[in-house]
T-cell receptor
Framework: GAVVSQHPSRVICKSGTSVKIECRSL??????MFWYRQFPKQSLMLMAT?????????EQGVEKDKFLINHASLTLSTLTVTSAHPEDSSFYIC????????????FGPGTRLTVL | AQKITQTQPGMFVQEKEAVTLDCTYDTSDQSYGLFWYKQPSSGEMIFLIYQGSYDEQNATEGRYSLNFQKARKSANLVISASQLGDSAMYFC????????????FGAGTRLFVKA
């Protein structure tokens, strides 16, 4: 199956700093990628849909100025958490849609962000 | 409104027995897809099974089968011959929208397989 990677897998940062998380589709092109957030023992909440070459579409309640998404190429989307606060600590998971595989969605391994 | 509901926060099953994880959904879309994912403690999302809204037969993938009842808007996952490695969180998900679709998830069910 198609592979999606995320980097870093874990990151710890100080409050007020910005953190960038990368999501890559390794063996397929993805015009659309999705960013999810998962709090401990909770479900995945869709944050935004990232479209290559255009602005991301954010879900209601998600601050677009805080969670910057850039989908600069067909294999890379980045999520930048700006001015991070402890409440931003969470598990962030990306997924990529493969048009070659009947639009199936493949998930990355996730990034655990801890803001001190 | 589009919604996925999983009413079982936790389930126990004896090894080698079958277990059913419940999932109901709500959407006004005629075309949609239903998924089940497994999330072990490592956090990765593992795709298990898919059912399209127009598929007449229930999907099966090895020990996993999806009991799709369209009129009831339910898509229960049946795991046969449970194994200790099946202990994990299980999420039911629905893909909605054409073209620019998105996938939404239920709250999840934690399955514990007992030896």
């Amino acid at each position: 199956g198609a592979v999606v990677s995320q980097h870093p897998s874990r990151v710890i940062c100080k409050s007020g700093t910005s953190v960038k998380i990368e999501c890559r589709s390794l063996d397929f092109q993805a015009t659309t990628m999705f960013w999810y957030r998962q709090f401990p023992k909770q479900s995945l909440m869709l944050m935004a849909t990232s479209n290559e070459g255009s602005k991301a579409t954010y879900e209601q309640g998600v601050e677009k100025d805080k969670f910057l998404i850039n989908h600069a190429s067909l294999t890379l989307s980045t999520l930048t958490v700006t001015s991070a606060h402890p409440e931003d600590s969470s598990f962030y998971i990306c997924s990529a849609r493969s048009e070659q595989a009947s639009n199936e969605q493949f998930f990355g391994p996730g990034t655990r962000l801890t803001v001190l | 409104a589009q919604k996925i509901t999983q009413t079982q926060p936790g389930m126990f099953v004896q090894e080698k027995e079958a277990v059913t994880l419940d999932c109901t959904y709500d959407t006004s879309d005629q075309s949609y897809g239903l998924f089940w994912y497994k999330q072990p403690s490592s956090g990765e999302m593992i795709f298990l099974i898919y059912q399209g809204s127009y598929d007449e037969q229930n999907a099966t993938e090895g020990r996993y089968s999806l009991n799709f009842q369209k009129a009831r808007k339910s898509a229960n996952l049946v795991i046969s011959a449970s194994q200790l490695g099946d202990s994990a969180m299980y999420f039911c998900a629905m893909r909605v929208g054409t073209g620019g679709f998105k996938t939404i998830f239920g709250a999840g069910t934690r399955l514990f397989v007992k030896a």
